[in-house]
């Protein structure tokens, strides 16, 4: 079963705007994490937040975590065409025999406008 | 040097036949996964292998048949393929620690069944 889910489903801004997407999970969680996946391509990482912080950045991406309500944001500053893509949120957690299991949200297709 | 590769990239093949998809990680990860990513683009976990061993199976059916000669392979076999099993089929790995399961990608493997 799928964990996270992300909203918007789809997201068209202009360049040099902001983008925010939002994911909600189900379970506890050791951590989250965004991905972005090209067309056509593989998942790339972006970026892990574990449970007990609450704000991560790295360079234009800022990732927030509440835990109480189980959610989580990606948000996009001054966008590029580059950033055109689909974004997944993750959550990983620990399970038999110290495995983890990375569980994925069903993702934001990201449209950036010229 | 490709992180995570897995081969081949496209594949074709007629209902009923077998079929097998090898993938192969360079990263020393323990822990290797094989997902499957729907026309819609949902991204299911299929299996986690944790140092050859199997430790999470998300009710594939059985005709999915992961096989790990070591912990950097992790090849995925089909048998008696159906057409419902037609998507795009990604390979990862991580390090399987419970506060660091950032996972790298391969590249994906679409297989079409006609």
């Known amino acids: 079963s799928q964990q996270g889910e992300e909203d918007p489903q789809a997201l068209s801004i202009q360049e040099g705007e902001n983008a925010t997407m939002n994911c909600s999970y189900k379970?506890?969680?050791?951590?989250l994490q965004w991905y972005r996946q090209n067309s056509g391509r593989g998942l790339v990482h972006l970026i892990l937040?574990?449970?007990?912080?609450r704000e991560k950045h790295s360079g234009r991406l800022r990732v927030t975590l509440d835990t109480s309500k189980k959610s989580s944001s990606l948000l996009i500053t001054a966008s590029r065409a580059a950033d055109t893509a689909s974004y997944f949120c993750?959550?990983?957690?620990?399970?038999?025999?110290?495995?983890?299991?990375?569980?994925f949200g069903s993702g934001t297709r990201l449209s950036i406008r010229p | 040097d490709t992180a995570v590769s897995q081969t081949p990239k496209y594949l074709v093949t007629q209902m009923g036949n077998d079929k097998s998809i090898k993938c192969e990680q360079n990263?020393?990860?323990?822990?290797m996964y094989w997902y499957k990513q729907d026309s819609k683009k949902f991204l299911k976990i299929m299996f986690s292998?944790?140092?050859?061993?199997?430790?999470i199976n998300e009710t594939v059916p059985n005709r999915f048949s992961p096989k790990s000669p070591d912990k950097a392979h992790l090849n995925l076999h089909i048998n008696s393929l159906e057409l419902g099993d037609s998507a795009v089929y990604f390979c990862?790995?991580?390090?399987?620690?419970?506060?660091?399961?950032?996972?790298?990608f391969g590249q994906g493997t679409r297989l079409t069944v006609v």
């Open positions: 937040i574990r449970s007990n912080e």
């Open positions: 292998y944790n140092n050859k061993e199997l430790i």
């Open positions: 990263l020393g990860h323990d822990t």
């Open positions: 379970t506890s969680i050791n951590n």
């Open positions: 990862a790995s991580s390090t399987g620690g419970t506060m660091n399961t950032e996972a790298f």
């Open positions: 993750a959550t990983g957690s620990a399970g038999y025999s110290s495995a983890s299991k990375i569980i």
